[in-house]
Nanobody
């Protein structure tokens, strides 16, 4: 069972990136999914979440209006479109899945991270 995040890289401030998270080993199409990030010397923090249908989304205040979470259940893939990137967005980004769509609840499955570096 694996969630594989990809799409990270180095980008200048103001630029954009799209992260992807593909599932393998089982299907997560009926699971809530989300993105978290961990910056150097900081705790992991919530970024965005989406329910299984894609009908409900949640965002951290720090990314509202700049990031968009979406999913394609046919491909069992999660996305995070990041616009207007800032140096403070620099972090390792992780995707996660949960049986119940509750961003404050337990996240049962975690993928390995992808590094996003935003230069000033």
């Amino acid at each position: 069972v694996q969630l594989q995040a990809s799409g990270g890289g180095l980008v200048q401030a103001g630029g954009s990136l799209r992260l992807s998270c593909a599932a393998s080993g089982r299907t997560f199409s009926r699971y809530g999914k989300g993105w978290f990030r961990q910056a150097p010397d900081k705790e992991r923090e919530f970024v965005a979440a989406i329910d299984w249908s894609g009908g409900s989304t949640w965002y951290a205040d720090s990314v509202k209006g700049r990031f968009t979470i979406s999913r394609d259940n046919a491909k069992d893939t999660l996305y995070l479109r990041m616009n207007s990137l800032k140096p403070e967005d620099t972090a390792v980004y992780y995707c996660a899945a949960q049986m119940y769509s509750d961003p404050r609840g337990v996240w049962e499955y975690w993928g390995q991270g992808t590094l996003v570096t935003v230069s000033s």
